[in-house]
């Protein structure tokens, strides 16, 4: 299996394939993803790519809507994704299984890279708690 590195730090091309592949086989997956002890790993076609924990400046959920023709009318699906972005740019927007997965991804990433922040920069910061109804949402005064 080859892999490759979406940023270049210098402590990584010291690392050989073969431990690129133990800490692979080893960790956590959910969809696409996989969370290693020290890099975050994710496959497209046959090529894993990985970014160091260190590296990882901003992590946050994206929700797509797909519209989409049904056999009773149009509709959309809401179709979850998880970005990655170091300090300039986006690295990788990966499709997840679902939103159970991207709560499970965002609990999992705020305990390996806690240096990171867990939001856009718009939204400030994200969480994996969604208030259920007929609760306000922390922080909002509702226009009082």
Known sequence: MKFYALTASV????????????????????????????????????????????????????????????????????????????????LAQIQLPGSHAAKVLMERMHSLAPDAIAGTPDSGPQTADIPSAGEEPAGEDGGK
Do not use: W
Request: proline residues 4%; contains cysteine; charged residues 30%.
């Open 11 to 90: 402590s990584d091309k010291t690392v050989t394939n073969e431990t690129l592949q133990n800490e692979y086989k080893a960790a956590q997956q959910i969809g696409k993803i996989r969370l290693g002890t020290e890099r975050f790993y994710f496959r497209v076609v046959r090529k894993v790519y990985y970014i160091p924990y260190p590296a990882i400046y901003r992590y946050f959920r994206r929700v797509m809507l797909v519209p989409a023709k049904l056999c009773c009318g149009k509709g959309d699906f809401a179709v979850e994704h998880f970005v990655v972005c170091d300090a300039e740019k986006e």
